[in-house]
């Protein structure tokens, strides 16, 4: 660390330079800069340029450290105007978090701290810039109904812990481009993208699930979705997988043979009304902590065979219409091979 820079603070109140997110010196500039101004609500951010970083001098090494934690979110939405309503929401945004999202219509240079559209707005892009502060999505696009396309353009930042609730009823999105994006400190998936009916597909390839300890609903609801590639996801940690496929009627295969599922203790409705699955492969399952297995297979009305292996029924495990609606073939296939053991 370059102990040799010195900030006055009176001066760095007056600061005001274009921010640069794409030079790495700004980080650490701020980082500097914040430590000074501990909690000074006045100074909300110091803006950075070329002819100030030459004046400090700063080394990469000084600031490299700090290039996840205070780097750049860029989020390019696209509506639906056909379908939009001036009440919605393109975005949820509390009010004592509005500082630190940065919202341009059409690629204004207007920054825009409301988060919806007023009568005479003709918009089809919104780009938004959030900073460091904020470290949770939770909840971010939660019933933004008229959203049709959302691009992560620029994800460099690893604190984000939260992501329930993010796509939550964004039922006309059709085109979710995640190829930035980064998951390595989220513990919280629940219905991350519940009801996303219109999703076709959905490319989870780069995400690392290493901390996840909440799967609830993942996907419930996402009808659309013709396959789904699990085989990076790593769910040692996970708790919950209530209705995590729940409602995925599209999908006819799924492969789950990288899933651990030593923790998990609810798997109720897990694969409910997965009406096109027509096989499970469940060998690698361990179900020894599970308190709850009611309606897991309610209404998979396709599914000819399940493969168990280490698939245990605690006593005292709910497990009320577990395969309910599901077909005689595959209840008496069951039956008769005793897969399931009760201990």
């Known amino acids: 660390m370059n102990s040799g820079i010195i900030l006055n603070k009176d001066k760095l109140n007056q600061i005001k330079f274009k921010v640069d997110f794409d030079n790495l010196k700004c980080y650490y500039l701020l980082k500097k800069v914040f430590d000074i101004m501990k909690k000074n609500k006045s100074l909300k951010i110091i803006k950075y340029n070329k002819k100030l970083q030459n004046r400090l001098n700063i080394s990469i090494n000084d600031y490299k450290e700090y290039t996840q934690i205070y780097s750049l979110i860029e989020i390019e939405l696209k509506l639906d105007l056909n379908k939009y309503n001036n009440n919605d929401k393109f ?46 999505f939770k909840g971010l696009f939660k019933n933004c109904s008229c959203i049709s396309s959302i691009l992560f353009k620029k994800f460099y930042r ?94 006819k295969e799924l492969n789950l043979s990288n899933f651990n599922t030593n923790n998990v203790t609810d798997m109720s409705l897990m694969f409910s009304r997965c009406s096109s699955l027509k096989e499970l492969n469940l ?29 245990n029924i605690r006593k005292g495990t709910q497990r009320k219409n577990m395969f309910s609606r599901c077909p005689d073939e595959l209840k008496k296939k069951i039956k008769e091979q005793k897969k399931i053991r009760r201990i």
């Not at 204004?108 to 900073?131: F, H």
């Not at 190829?179 to 009801?195: A, E």
């Not at 609903?217 to 659309?224: D, M, P």
């Open 283 to 311: 060998s690698n399952f361990n179900t020894i902590k599970v308190t709850n297995m009611n309606e897991m297979f309610f209404g998979c009305s396709s599914l000819k065979e399940i493969n168990f292996s280490y698939f």
């Open 91 to 136: 975005i949820n945004i509390s009010d004592n978090k509005k500082d630190y999202f940065h919202i341009y219509f059409d690629n204004s240079n207007e920054e825009i701290k409301r988060n919806y559209l007023e009568e005479d707005d003709e918009v089809k892009t919104i780009r938004i810039i959030i900073d460091y502060h904020v470290k949770s």
């Open 158 to 251: 690893n604190n984000i812990t939260d992501m329930s609730y993010m796509f939550y009823g964004c039922y006309l999105l059709k085109e979710l481009n995640l190829s930035n994006f980064i998951t390595n400190n989220v513990t919280d998936m629940r219905f991350m993208f519940y009801d996303c009916s219109s999703l076709i597909e959905l490319n989870l390839s780069n995400f690392i699930t290493n901390n996840v300890i909440d799967m609830c609903g993942t996907f419930c609801g996402c009808n659309s979705l013709k396959e789904l590639n699990l085989s990076n996801f790593v769910t040692n940690n996970v708790i919950d997988m209530n209705r995590t496929f729940s409602g995925c009627i599209s999908i």
